[in-house]
Nanobody, 115 residues
């Protein structure tokens, strides 16, 4: 059993910053890539940022230069620093983790950016 526990969402204004955290626990042998996806109302879930065990980074074009993903392998935790937030960043953000051949998801945390 794998648990992904997210924290750090909330409400901010345009131009503000938020930091998301996600800690993996349980049977996490083989933990590989971790990252963040988001889903806005009426839209499909989309990749925001991904970081591999070897620290290779992938970002959605819409967040490049504004968001930074990082991980602490000793703590099995992934972070997402979100700066210069825009109303279009409003969504539920889901933590993601790959373990061997299986994908795991957190429960989601709401990020709301007001204009």
């Amino acid at each position: 059993q794998v648990q992904l526990v997210e924290s750090g969402g909330g409400l901010t204004q345009t131009g503000g910053s938020l930091r998301l955290s996600c800690a993996a626990s349980g049977s996490i042998f083989g933990l590989g890539a971790m990252g963040w996806y988001r889903q806005a109302p009426g839209k499909q879930r989309e990749l925001v940022a991904l970081i591999t065990l070897g620290l290779r980074l992938t970002y959605a074009d819409s967040v490049k230069g504004r968001f930074t993903i990082a991980r602490d392998n000793a703590k099995n935790t992934v972070y997402l620093q979100m700066n210069s937030l825009k109303p279009e960043d409003t969504a539920v953000y889901y933590c993601y983790a790959r373990l061997l051949t299986a994908d795991y998801w957190g429960q989601g945390t709401q990020v709301t950016v007001s204009s």
